[in-house]
């Protein structure tokens, strides 16, 4: 009994102290930006006076509004296309046990292996050529693309594990190939579509280095893209560039709160599928 509650207490600390190490940070940056502007805080000092006003000065010198707008359109176009390529080519690959399957699931078992910092010099040349350099699209095809090793692989890890008697049947009745994709296992694979869904849209909104690289104009980029041009303007006042570091990372926040419980579930079936 001894021995069982040092371990729950150790295992209780040690997760303490790595919530801890993981919020300071973000405790930090919320407590610099309530600085006033122009200052150089030190420390997690809470500052006598706040200046809430930094974060609507903030929102006007980075023009959220457009950078908004801007995501949001970058979000709804890449989240919907994605899960729809990756829901048949998962079930393709994992139910219907296309030829050469086995390869097609390697070969997008590779696509997880590569260094996202290697693509990018060949993205950027790809886009000049084909005319979509310093635009949204610029952003959007490249992420689709990015996000289909993965999310195939996701999908194909609930299609595989899919009872074959319900395809069986289905077929006994009469379903064809669509219907059994679309009226049977569609809606089977909810819960694995909408946990996609919400990682890819997290993914596709926090997305930084393509955007940076690949478009100039920062109303053009995704809200953490605009980061870098809102350092290269504003790296002396460290508050301003804290309270929009917060106004960029909130919409990520609220998203997890909303649905953490899907987010957390996403993360464990992934963990014990396959």
């Given at each position: 009994?001894?021995?069982?509650?040092?371990?729950?207490?150790?295992?209780?600390?040690?997760?303490?102290?790595?919530?801890?190490?993981?919020?300071?940070?973000?405790?930090?940056?919320?407590?610099?930006?309530?600085?006033?502007?122009?200052?150089?805080?030190?420390?997690?000092?809470?500052?006598?006076?706040?200046?809430?006003?930094?974060?609507?000065?903030?929102?006007?010198?980075?023009?959220?509004?457009?950078?908004?707008?801007?995501?949001?359109?970058?979000?709804?176009?890449?989240?919907?296309?994605?899960?729809?390529?990756?829901?048949?080519?998962?079930?393709?690959?994992?139910?219907?046990?296309?030829?050469?399957?086995?390869?097609?699931?390697?070969?997008?078992?590779?696509?997880?292996?590569?260094?996202?910092?290697?693509?990018?010099?060949?993205?950027?040349?790809?886009?000049?050529?084909?005319?979509?350099?310093?635009?949204?699209?610029?952003?959007?095809?490249?992420?689709?693309g990015l996000f289909m090793?993965?999310?195939?692989?996701?999908?194909?890890?609930?299609?595989?594990?899919?009872?074959?008697?319900?395809?069986?049947?289905?077929?006994?009745?009469?379903?064809?190939?669509?219907?059994?994709?679309?009226?049977?296992?569609?809606?089977?694979?909810?819960?694995?579509?909408?946990?996609?869904?919400?990682?890819?849209?997290?993914?596709?909104?926090?997305?930084?280095?393509?955007?940076?690289?690949?478009?100039?104009?920062?109303?053009?980029?995704?809200?953490?893209?605009?980061l870098g041009a809102f350092?290269?303007?504003?790296?002396?006042?460290?508050p301003l560039l804290c309270?929009?570091?917060?106004?960029?990372?909130?919409?990520?926040?609220?998203?997890?709160?909303?649905?953490?419980?899907?987010?957390?579930?996403?993360?464990?079936?992934?963990?014990?599928?396959?």
């Amino acid at each position: 009994m001894r021995v069982a509650r040092r371990e729950l207490y150790a295992g209780r600390t040690f997760l303490a102290a790595l919530v801890a190490i993981t919020i300071l940070p973000f405790v930090s940056i919320f407590t610099t930006a309530l600085h006033p502007s122009g200052s150089v805080p030190v420390g997690l000092s809470w500052p006598a006076n706040p200046q809430w006003g930094n974060f609507i000065e903030a929102f006007k010198v980075a023009n959220m509004t457009a950078l908004l707008a801007s995501s949001m359109f970058i979000v709804l176009t890449v989240v919907p296309v994605s899960l729809v390529i990756s829901t048949m080519a998962g079930f393709a690959i994992g139910l219907l046990r296309i030829p050469g399957a086995r390869w097609l699931l390697l070969l997008f078992v590779f696509g997880l292996t590569l260094p996202f910092e290697g693509i990018i010099t060949p993205l950027y040349f790809l886009a000049r050529q084909i005319g979509i350099l310093n635009t949204r699209l610029a952003i959007v095809l490249p992420l689709i693309g990015l996000f289909m090793p993965f999310a195939v692989f996701w999908m194909r890890a609930h299609f595989v594990n899919m009872p074959d008697e319900i395809s069986e049947a289905a077929r006994v009745d009469g379903a064809s190939t669509w219907d059994l994709f679309w009226r049977i296992h569609v809606p089977l694979a909810r819960a694995p579509i909408v946990s996609l869904g919400i990682l890819t849209s997290v993914w596709a909104w926090n997305q930084f280095l393509l955007a940076l690289v690949l478009v100039e104009d920062p109303t053009q980029r995704t809200m953490a893209g605009a980061l870098g041009a809102f350092q290269g303007h504003y790296a002396t006042d460290i508050p301003l560039l804290c309270a929009g570091t917060i106004l960029i990372l909130l919409p990520t926040l609220v998203v997890f709160i909303l649905f953490q419980r899907q987010v957390i579930a996403a993360l464990l079936q992934g963990s014990v599928k396959g």
